[in-house]
């Protein structure tokens, strides 16, 4: 079974057109703005392909885009090129990135932050983004809860058909570790590109493994890495987060290195 975002990257966008991105991103603009952030640099931790990264870049952000997945940035290069924008793709681990020099905030959707399944290595995260952010510089990033893995997913089954893609998300999550361990199974037909009537689909395997986190870890977390906790939000909206909530929007500020 091939790591997480290998063979999925190809027809990543294509799956995920239920998902709302122009609302993610106006969201996340707001928040941006809200707290001073209204140009400068900004990196995006687990870019993915580019979805939020080109929306800041087109909207006068001057957008680093972090990623470990070569396939997603490869379509995330393309995007950039189709905008004709100046973002700067990295192949980077989240966990060890480096830039040239400080941005004046540093962003991480879509639960990337959970794929980061070792406190201590999401702490070394949250010590290199306050590392690289200017003085006072922000911090905003969601995250997927304990209560969405056990109560929400757990050992559930999604799966959809499509013309020419079929594909099956098995989640098993255990309660011990609070490990969601998510196996994507997909079925790609041959030949898409020229309309073929062959009916020869190909399959592709991905295992996903993320971590639930409480609000009350990732507070501690970054208390502990010298930024400044903020405030969290129930995501999309701006209630206060708690333990109920299913996906949580953290900003955070750097306060010294």
Known sequence: MNEAYS??????????DNIPY??????LHGLLTEYGINDGIIADLGCGTGNITER?????????GIDNSAPMLDIANEKKEKNNSTTLYLCQDMRKFELYGTVAACVSLCDSINYITDNSELLAVFKLVNNYLDPKGLFIFDFNTRHYYKDIVADSIIAEDRDDISFIWDNYYDEET????????????ENRSDNSNDNLYRKYEELHI?????LSEIKDLI????????????????????ENCERIYIIARESGK
């Open 210 to 214: 993320q971590k639930g986190y409480t």
């Open 7 to 16: 063979d999925f990257a190809a027809v990543y966008d294509e799956l995920m």
């Open 178 to 189: 609070d490990i969601n361990e998510l196996a994507l199974s997909l079925f790609i037909k």
């Open 56 to 64: 800041l870049s087109m909207s006068g952000y001057d957008m680093i």
């Open 223 to 242: 208390n502990a890495s010298g930024l400044e906790y903020i405030t969290a939000y129930d995501a999309f909206t701006d209630n206060p987060a708690d």
């Open 22 to 27: 122009d609302d993610w991103f106006t969201y």
